[in-house]
């Protein structure tokens, strides 16, 4: 092939009318493109096969099921797994697009249609309890954090609120049936559908409500820890004594040792 693209270049590229060309030029084009797929959840399932679960706001037709495919596509061949995609539709959807056919294949997801489910209902359920003083479980809060995908009369931002307020009123209940740590992960999983499904100025909005919650003092320590360590060890890194730290910044002298330790060890 080699030789016949010289001998078409040099011969027949100034019989056409072309002018001669100085070489053979790659006929092989190479195009490396590397694309992160995100995904919402997967699950291995106990006969080792995957569920994989997306939460959709709106029916994205064919395009939103071809690329549902190629996810499938890409775990099953790089872990070796069955995968099943189940799409979480929010209220507004009613009937999406669910499979498509493209040669001899069909294609399809199980789809799961929460604007069957009254999200106004189960938001004054949770209000008429605490409101009462009635202990609250982990089960009665399950499906309060799922009512931003449900029908109902507000907004999902409006919606999203309001959880986060009703989950910071039930830390007044908390009891051997619920713990604080399970509203901290019950507010991760609203924060997470708060990044879903809102806009920038939405998020904002949420996030004042988010400071006041369990998660949003858990987050605000996190990063002080953060900006603590990253304060000693720099000062560390310029033989700064542990008391020297401490007269500098103010930070608590069995924190800085804490932290020194810890660098010392990972230094080594």
Do not use: C
């Given at each position: 092939m080699k030789y016949a693209g010289q001998s078409f270049g040099k011969e027949l590229l100034p019989f056409i009318g072309l002018a001669e060309p100085i070489s053979v030029a790659p006929t092989e084009i190479i195009e490396l493109e590397i694309r992160q797929m995100y995904e919402d959840f997967n699950y291995v399932m106990q006969d080792g096969s995957w569920s994989h679960f997306e939460f959709q706001s709106r029916d994205g037709g064919v395009e939103d099921l071809k690329r549902?495919?190629?996810?499938?596509?890409?775990?099953?061949?790089?872990?070796?797994?069955?995968?099943?995609?189940?799409?979480?539709?929010?209220?507004?959807?009613?009937?999406?697009?669910?499979?498509?056919?493209e040669g001899v294949n069909t294609y399809r997801i199980i789809p799961i249609l929460m604007g069957e489910k009254d999200g106004d209902q189960i938001i004054a359920g949770v209000q008429e309890k605490l409101n009462e003083g009635v202990p609250l479980t982990k089960q009665n809060l399950l499906p309060l954090v799922l009512t931003p995908l449900m029908s109902g009369t507000d907004s999902i931002e409006e919606r999203?609120?309001?959880?986060?307020?009703?989950?910071?009123?039930?830390?007044?209940?908390?009891?051997?049936?619920?713990?604080?740590?399970?509203?901290?992960?019950l507010e991760s999983i609203v924060y997470a559908f708060a990044n879903k499904f809102?806009?920038?100025?939405?998020?904002?909005?949420?996030?004042?409500?988010?400071?006041?919650?369990?998660?949003?003092?858990?987050?605000?320590?996190?990063?002080?820890?953060?900006g603590m360590v990253k304060i000693v060890t720099t000062m560390l890194k310029k033989n700064k004594t542990a008391e020297e730290i401490h007269k500098d910044t103010d930070i608590p002298m069995k924190q800085i040792v804490k932290i020194k330790n810890l660098w010392k060890y990972f230094q080594n």
């Amino acid at each position: 092939m080699k030789y016949a693209g010289q001998s078409f270049g040099k011969e027949l590229l100034p019989f056409i009318g072309l002018a001669e060309p100085i070489s053979v030029a790659p006929t092989e084009i190479i195009e490396l493109e590397i694309r992160q797929m995100y995904e919402d959840f997967n699950y291995v399932m106990q006969d080792g096969s995957w569920s994989h679960f997306e939460f959709q706001s709106r029916d994205g037709g064919v395009e939103d099921l071809k690329r549902f495919r190629q996810y499938e596509v890409n775990v099953s061949s790089t872990y070796g797994v069955a995968v099943t995609t189940y799409v979480v539709y929010t209220g507004n959807v009613r009937n999406p697009m669910t499979s498509f056919t493209e040669g001899v294949n069909t294609y399809r997801i199980i789809p799961i249609l929460m604007g069957e489910k009254d999200g106004d209902q189960i938001i004054a359920g949770v209000q008429e309890k605490l409101n009462e003083g009635v202990p609250l479980t982990k089960q009665n809060l399950l499906p309060l954090v799922l009512t931003p995908l449900m029908s109902g009369t507000d907004s999902i931002e409006e919606r999203i609120k309001t959880i986060l307020t009703l989950l910071k009123e039930s830390e007044k209940n908390v009891n051997e049936k619920l713990s604080i740590e399970n509203i901290k992960k019950l507010e991760s999983i609203v924060y997470a559908f708060a990044n879903k499904f809102l806009n920038p100025t939405e998020l904002g909005n949420v996030e004042e409500v988010l400071k006041m919650s369990l998660l949003g003092q858990m987050i605000f320590e996190d990063g002080m820890e953060t900006g603590m360590v990253k304060i000693v060890t720099t000062m560390l890194k310029k033989n700064k004594t542990a008391e020297e730290i401490h007269k500098d910044t103010d930070i608590p002298m069995k924190q800085i040792v804490k932290i020194k330790n810890l660098w010392k060890y990972f230094q080594n």
